[in-house]
């Protein structure tokens, strides 16, 4: 009995040993005595308890690697990309996966530089942000030619970040800052231009008004005037005394007018009963006097046309 129990255990210890679990989405690599056995799917599995080992598992996962590369534009600026490639172990491709490469990592991180120094270099920098997509299809591209022979397949990969030297940046925002600052200083400019021009056509059309309401002013005072010497006339007071005795009753009704203000300027002409009368004939004279001088100017302007001739 002594011995049985030791047996028993070590047997028993033999038999849970000859099971072992392999997760969701991995492989596990069987070993018999260091040589290649099988590839264990997901699931409850056995192996010869003492004979066969676990030599390694590999997830069937998406996995991704971040790689940071600082290489040179063609118009010499120097930019940090940084690539992201997703990728994972084909299925029917476990044994290469395994057995070919011992640091998948490194061989990726390799030709993600490989392609990218070699892309890179054929753009200006602005092209590297407007084309960051054409670098990734490249980088794709000569990693999926590369690393099928391995058992790995490349899902996608991205340029998630492209980071060009400080002193670059700031040039670029200056540039850019520029370029917005000139961009207002139009609109503004424009917005101002049409802003004096509609000024001014108000200004324009309110002459314009304020002409027209004047000559309509004129021509009813002159209408008014002409229907008071008519109405003079008929009670037997002759032109030139009823228009004394029109300026005289509008001079009443100027001071009138004047006196309801306290912000006015008053300009007294003498007072007598000739006062309209001389008056009127002071305008009168002064309306000969200039159309006398109107008349010798236009005859010295054809006598010195004539003479030119």
Do not use: C, W
């Not at 996995?63 to 118009?75: C, R, S, Y």
């Not at 899902?155 to 040039?171: H, M, N, R």
């Not at 324009?204 to 004047?214: D, N, T, V, W």
């Not at 001071?255 to 009127?280: D, K, R, Y």
């Amino acid at each position: 009995m002594i011995l049985l129990i030791p047996i028993l255990f070590f047997g028993l210890i033999i038999l849970i040993s000859s099971f072992f679990i392999v997760k969701q989405q991995t492989a596990a690599i069987v070993e018999r005595f260091g040589k290649f056995t099988s590839i264990r799917q997901s699931g409850l599995q056995l192996k010869i308890p003492l004979v066969d080992r676990i030599s390694g598992r590999l997830s069937l996962k998406i996995q991704q690697l971040d790689v940071m590369i600082e290489t040179k534009t063609k118009d010499d600026v120097f930019v940090r990309l940084k690539v992201s490639v997703q990728y994972k172990v084909i299925k029917d491709k476990v044994f290469d996966a395994f057995y070919k490469l011992d640091y998948p990592h490194d061989q990726i991180t390799s030709y993600v530089f490989d392609v990218v120094r070699a892309e890179v270099p054929k753009m200006i920098l602005d092209d590297v942000f407007l084309k960051k997509d054409n670098i990734a299809v490249a980088v794709k591209r000569e990693l999926n030619e590369a690393m099928v022979e391995y058992g790995y397949d490349i899902v996608k990969t991205l340029v998630t970040d492209i980071d060009p030297d400080s002193q670059v940046k700031e040039a670029m925002n200056r540039i850019n800052a520029a370029d917005r600052e000139k961009t207002a200083a139009q609109y503004e400019g424009d917005a101002l231009r049409i802003l004096i021009v509609e000024k001014a056509k108000a200004e324009a059309e309110s002459k314009r008004l304020q002409g027209q309401g004047i000559a309509d002013q004129r021509r009813e005072i002159a209408r008014g005037l002409e229907e008071s010497v008519d109405v003079l006339n008929r009670v037997g007071i002759n032109s030139q005394e009823a228009s004394a005795l029109i300026i005289v009753t509008q001079h009443y009704d100027t001071l009138q007018s004047i006196g309801g203000s306290t912000n006015s300027n008053l300009i007294l002409l003498p007072n007598s009963p000739q006062a309209g009368s001389n008056m009127l004939n002071d305008m009168v004279a002064s309306f000969a006097a200039s159309n006398e001088i109107g008349e010798a100017m236009k005859e010295a302007k054809l006598n010195k046309k004539k003479s030119n001739k």
